[in-house]
Protein backbone atom coordinates (compact mmCIF):
# COMPACT_ATOMS: atom_id res chain seq x y z
CA UNK A 1 0.00 0.00 0.00
CA UNK A 2 2.68 2.20 0.53
CA UNK A 3 4.10 2.17 -2.95
CA UNK A 4 0.40 2.60 -4.71
CA UNK A 5 0.64 5.74 -1.93
CA UNK A 6 3.82 6.49 -3.39
CA UNK A 7 2.50 6.29 -6.55
CA UNK A 8 -0.58 8.42 -6.37
CA UNK A 9 0.43 10.97 -4.02
CA UNK A 10 0.87 14.77 -5.92
CA UNK A 11 4.30 16.07 -6.01
CA UNK A 12 6.28 16.47 -4.35
CA UNK A 13 5.62 13.41 -2.30
CA UNK A 14 5.46 11.42 -5.59
CA UNK A 15 8.31 9.14 -5.67
CA UNK A 16 7.75 7.05 -8.75
CA UNK A 17 11.02 4.71 -8.56
CA UNK A 18 10.49 4.31 -4.90
CA UNK A 19 6.65 3.36 -5.55
CA UNK A 20 8.01 0.59 -8.38
CA UNK A 21 10.79 -1.12 -6.43
CA UNK A 22 8.32 -1.42 -3.85
CA UNK A 23 5.55 -2.91 -6.39
CA UNK A 24 8.52 -5.06 -7.95
CA UNK A 25 9.15 -6.29 -4.79
CA UNK A 26 5.47 -6.63 -3.23
CA UNK A 27 4.48 -8.71 -5.97
CA UNK A 28 7.33 -10.94 -5.99
CA UNK A 29 6.39 -11.68 -2.00
CA UNK A 30 2.77 -12.12 -2.74
CA UNK A 31 3.22 -14.79 -5.83
CA UNK A 32 1.19 -12.34 -7.94
CA UNK A 33 -1.41 -11.77 -5.71
CA UNK A 34 -4.02 -9.54 -7.59
CA UNK A 35 -3.74 -6.60 -5.25
CA UNK A 36 -0.20 -6.54 -5.81
CA UNK A 37 -0.62 -6.54 -9.56
CA UNK A 38 -2.57 -3.58 -9.64
CA UNK A 39 -0.68 -1.55 -7.19
CA UNK A 40 2.49 -2.48 -9.70
CA UNK A 41 0.18 -1.41 -12.56
CA UNK A 42 -0.59 1.86 -11.21
CA UNK A 43 3.06 2.60 -10.32
CA UNK A 44 4.34 1.89 -13.35
CA UNK A 45 1.04 4.01 -15.23
CA UNK A 46 1.94 7.18 -12.95
CA UNK A 47 5.43 6.40 -14.39
CA UNK A 48 4.11 6.38 -17.97
CA UNK A 49 4.71 2.59 -18.40
CA UNK A 50 1.55 2.17 -19.98
CA UNK A 51 2.00 -0.91 -22.01
CA UNK A 52 3.59 -2.87 -18.60
CA UNK A 53 0.65 -1.45 -16.33
CA UNK A 54 -1.79 -2.29 -18.70
CA UNK A 55 -0.06 -5.93 -18.81
CA UNK A 56 -0.28 -6.26 -15.40
CA UNK A 57 -3.84 -5.14 -15.03
CA UNK A 58 -5.20 -7.50 -17.60
CA UNK A 59 -3.08 -10.09 -15.64
CA UNK A 60 -5.21 -9.16 -12.43
CA UNK A 61 -8.49 -9.17 -13.99
CA UNK A 62 -8.15 -12.64 -15.25
CA UNK A 63 -6.92 -13.91 -11.93
CA UNK A 64 -9.71 -12.41 -10.39
CA UNK A 65 -12.13 -13.59 -12.66
CA UNK A 66 -10.58 -17.36 -12.72
CA UNK A 67 -11.06 -16.77 -8.39
CA UNK A 68 -14.73 -15.95 -9.07
CA UNK A 69 -14.14 -12.78 -7.98
CA UNK A 70 -16.12 -10.80 -10.16
CA UNK A 71 -16.75 -7.47 -8.07
CA UNK A 72 -12.82 -7.30 -7.56
CA UNK A 73 -13.07 -8.15 -11.48
CA UNK A 74 -14.82 -5.06 -12.46
CA UNK A 75 -12.78 -3.04 -10.11
CA UNK A 76 -9.53 -3.79 -11.60
CA UNK A 77 -11.49 -3.07 -14.83
CA UNK A 78 -12.09 0.24 -14.07
CA UNK A 79 -8.43 0.70 -12.59
CA UNK A 80 -7.30 -0.39 -16.37
CA UNK A 81 -9.86 2.44 -17.69
CA UNK A 82 -8.24 4.99 -16.23
CA UNK A 83 -4.76 3.82 -16.92
CA UNK A 84 -5.62 3.89 -20.84
CA UNK A 85 -7.36 6.93 -20.63
CA UNK A 86 -4.04 8.19 -18.93
CA UNK A 87 -2.03 6.43 -21.67
CA UNK A 88 -4.31 8.12 -24.60
CA UNK A 89 -3.84 11.72 -23.27
CA UNK A 90 0.05 11.00 -22.93
CA UNK A 91 0.26 9.79 -26.54
CA UNK A 92 -2.16 12.75 -27.95
CA UNK A 93 -0.12 14.91 -25.47
CA UNK A 94 2.98 13.76 -27.09
CA UNK A 95 1.44 14.55 -30.33
Known amino acids: EL ?4 ATTPAP ?3 LVQAIEMGQKGLELSERKTDALEALAIAYGAAGRFDEAK ?3 NEAIEKAKAGGFMGAAERLGETLAQIEEKAKT ?5 N
Request: glycine fraction near 6%.
Open 3 to 6: GRFL
Open 55 to 57: TLM
Open 90 to 94: AKASA
Open 13 to 15: HQN
